[in-house]
């Protein structure tokens, strides 16, 4: 995934920018940068975060990045922003997303216009570098950027900083936000809304599908309209977002709350507490106990001082240990009682089984898991969902893989994706026996669309029913 923050402003706007992309330091951990235009033209800083946070990497560039024009990113991918000097003149680009026909385009433009790209680790080509070199065939920057969102399969929601202003080009089908908030002196640029607010900005404007703007300090101008065709990401609501944010009018707090109601009207158990397993549970379990009348509590607390995100690790071994780690268990909350888990997801399936295991070992009587959305069959193609490099890293593919083989059709995949179907109960259960859950009971995607709340045909749901 990956955030990104812009700013336009009469004044210098380097901590707008700097505090804005730290805000979105929940969406990626791999490179935090930030580009800013000003009286002696760019500069730019990139920093490796997998480790330090982005806003100890990046404040000791403050005083070299001064501007009145700056955007900044979150990535989990690839080094950025990157400064490019073209045909279309000198401009920092930041992007968010995925090129799912990257081969092809970089082969089409080796032979068709002869480009060279800087090789990264491992042979690896820069999907933002790609991403100006498509731009940058075009007579202008709108034409480029409109070239760039025919010829990308997949996602890519670009910012282009220039010396006049910035460049938001939200992707296609809107699969992920991009919204611009307006203060007195300028207006910015933002993934998440919220990230916006303490710094004095107020909600202007959010591009729909495909929208093409340039926001100056003085104004907006729409570039080239939206499309009609929306497919946003509902796992924004689900995970990935934080809670203040809003997407097209639905607060990403309140659809968890909703979510964790609907995930109650459908139960028949009766646990002595109902909890969210830290952090992006605990709003679905808050609307799960409002709307039961079964009392929240926290069995166990996040300790995250120093393990903010327990995903930073390339290894899994690591990741799982740190997710051990910063779990403390409230022990008079867990002993003897029944407990009822609510948990965003479950990929794999280690950590939540772990955590299952380790409120055993505490001396807790029952544990019913109750995950936010529908079981995950299908890899993200669009945001980068995770770094999983299969769709076998999934716990749902590896044992609909033991029971038909490794070539499952689609048609096959879409009768466990069915929550009325026999595969999806026995897939199910399965599930709850591997893990050792005492009931497990997954939501069901028309509960999740009717807590987003906005036309179904308008999200995109492929992770959970294949259907693009």
């Known amino acids: ?57 990046l404040e000791g560039d403050l005083d070299e990045l001064q501007g009145h024009l700056g955007i900044g990113v979150i990535s989990d991918m690839e080094p950025q922003p990157l400064l490019i000097h073209s045909r279309l003149g000198s401009y920092a680009i930041a992007t968010v997303g995925k090129i799912n026909n990257k081969e092809q385009l970089i082969e089409e433009a080796y032979q068709n216009w002869h480009l060279q790209f800087m090789e990264m680790s491992r042979g690896r080509i820069n999907a933002t570098e790609l991403t100006a070199a498509i731009i940058n065939q075009a007579d202008s920057i709108t034409e480029g950027l409109l070239y760039a969102q025919e010829k990308i399969e997949g996602s890519m929601t670009i910012l282009l900083l220039t010396p006049e202003g910035i460049y938001v080009s939200r992707d296609r089908y809107g699969r992920t936000p991009a919204q611009i908030g307006r203060r007195e002196d300028g207006y910015c640029v933002s993934f998440e809304n919220f990230a916006y607010y303490n710094l004095g900005y107020e909600d202007y404007y959010e591009l729909g599908p495909g929208e093409i703007v340039l926001i100056t300090p003085d104004g907006m101008e ?28 639905m607060g990403v707090e309140h659809m968890r709350n909703r979510c964790g109601k609907m995930l109650a009207k459908r139960d028949n158990v009766t646990p002595d507490f109902v909890a969210g397993v830290p952090d992006s549970g605990i709003a679905h379990a808050i609307g799960y106990a409002n709307e039961s009348g079964i009392r929240y509590a926290r069995p166990f607390i996040k300790y995250t001082p120093t393990w903010p995100r327990s995903f930073m690790p390339t290894r899994q071994d690591q990741r799982d240990l740190i997710a051990h780690m910063k779990l403390v268990a409230v022990e008079s909350l867990i002993r ?18 772990n955590t299952t295991q380790f409120l055993y070992d505490k001396g807790a009587k029952e544990v019913h898991i109750r995950p936010a959305c529908p079981p995950l069959l299908f890899g993200c193609k669009y945001i980068n969902f995770s770094r999983s490099s299969s769709d076998y890293d999934m716990i749902t593919r590896r044992i609909i893989r033991e029971w038909e083989g490794d070539n499952v059709s689609n048609e096959t995949l879409l009768r466990y994706a069915d929550p009325d179907s026999s595969e999806y109960a026995r897939m199910v259960e399965e599930i709850r026996k591997r893990l050792n859950f005492t009931t497990l009971a997954f ?11 906005i036309e179904p045909c308008k999200l995109c749901t492929y992770c959970w029913s294949g259907k693009e």
């Open 443 to 453: 939501q069901r995607l028309d509960d999740l669309e009717e807590a987003i709340g």
């Open 222 to 249: 729409i570039k080239s309209p939206a499309r009609k065709e929306m497919r946003i990401c509902s796992f924004l609501w689900v995970y990935y977002g934080y809670p203040p944010a809003t997407y097209e009018g």
């Open 1 to 57: 995934m990956g955030g990104f923050f812009g700013a336009v402003s009469k004044n210098i706007c380097t901590n707008d920018v700097f505090f804005g992309t730290d805000y979105h330091s929940h969406l990626g951990t791999k490179r935090g940068g930030m580009a800013f235009y000003g009286e002696d033209g760019f500069h730019r800083a990139i920093h490796n975060i997998e480790h330090t946070p982005f806003r100890s990497k």
């Open 336 to 353: 003897g009682k029944s407990l009822l888990l609510i948990d965003d997801s479950i990929v794999r399936g280690t950590q939540l089984g």
